[in-house]
């Protein structure tokens, strides 16, 4: 599995699916509010420090295999950075 992880001048975000997020056996529950989603909660963008790692270790825990690819967007402003997005909580 690919996972994007986005990130700008001052923070990061791992950008899974609702589908990869449920895959892991995980819901909104177990994310922090300093993680994003899109407004129809089809895409989740996990903060770096705490979310990402969690989602990763459950990954880890399953045995499912997956390569991250590192994605820079220039500015807060840029339709693709997650913090244009809603947050979680």
Known sequence: ??????TDQNHGWGIIS???LKDARMTEK????FSYCT???EIYALEEDVDFPK????LDAMGIKY?????H????????NPRTWE???
């Open 1 to 6: 599995m690919n996972i994007i992880c986005i």
């Open 18 to 20: 609702a589908q990869q």
């Open 30 to 33: 177990d994310i922090s509010a």
């Open 39 to 41: 407004p129809n909660r």
């Open 55 to 58: 989602y990763l270790n459950k």
């Open 67 to 71: 390569e991250i690819k590192d994605r």
């Open 73 to 80: 967007i220039p500015d807060e402003d840029h339709r693709d």
């Open 87 to 89: 947050h979680i909580k």
